[in-house]
């Protein structure tokens, strides 16, 4: 099994694990992966400290992956404001529920 692991972690673990570099393909793959692993952590917060600390580790993902497609932090914030202008926020807590018919 492999995981994207941060750049120091090779240094910091003391265990027999054993660490590759990544062809650029298969890092973009594990960035995509990574970012679906940090926001299930995210989901599973459970007090303030550790909602702050895996909003952190997500954050950094999506920096690394837009870094990785030569995207700027600008750029993205943007098209986030863009979208606001066009569809809003989520302030108002909306959710939407689909109704079947019946038949």
Request: aromatic share 4%.
């Amino acid at each position: 099994m492999r995981k994207l692991v941060r750049d120091k972690i090779p240094n910091i673990i003391n265990d027999d694990s054993k660490f590759e570099v990544l062809s650029n393909d298969d890092y973009r793959l594990s960035l995509r992966e990574k970012v679906v692993e940090e926001a299930t952590e995210v989901k599973a917060a459970s007090t303030r400290a550790n909602l702050v600390e895996e909003l952190g580790d997500l954050e950094e993902v999506i920096r690394a992956i837009l870094d990785d497609a030569s995207i700027t932090y600008e750029e993205m914030d943007s098209l986030r404001h863009a979208k606001i202008n066009q569809k809003g926020k989520f302030t108002e807590k909306f959710a939407m529920i689909n109704i079947k018919e019946e038949s």
